[in-house]
């Protein structure tokens, strides 16, 4: 008696929750010369280790002006946060590292449906993205 063929193992389904490249980004626009983003920076780097799902990048946009671009960062810390794909938000955030987590997860739970940040966020996450190997 033939035993029964085994069937092929299918993929696993993929989630509409995660993004199909590069996973979550959240970047820190920031200024060597900002008190705040130096008080900030240990915050973001704790928050990143909490965070292994998502990409921290921080960016010293005067170092890094060829990722900045035009962008006319008037505050500090600015935040930009993309789904891998999308730039979601770009916008200053208070330097508290509980106020960058409710957004992740506000973004994380919203961002199958919900619209990108716009063009210019777009561009600066595209150079981020491009500069940093992903």
Known sequence: MQSP?????????SSPELPTRGGWWAVCLCAAWCGTCGVYRPL?????RAHPEVRFE???IEDDSDIAGDLDVETF???LIADGER???LG???PQAP?????LTSLQAAAPGSAGAGGE???VFERVRTARGA
Do not use: G
């Not at 973001?44 to 990143?48: R, V």
């Open 5 to 13: 063929a085994a069937l092929p193992e299918s993929p696993p389904p």
């Open 44 to 48: 973001f780097d704790e928050l990143a």
């Open 58 to 60: 921080w960016v010293d």
């Open 77 to 79: 810390p600015t935040l």
């Open 87 to 89: 730039a979601l938000f």
């Open 92 to 94: 200053p955030l208070l």
């Open 99 to 103: 106020v960058l987590a409710r957004l």
């Open 121 to 123: 966020a777009q561009q």
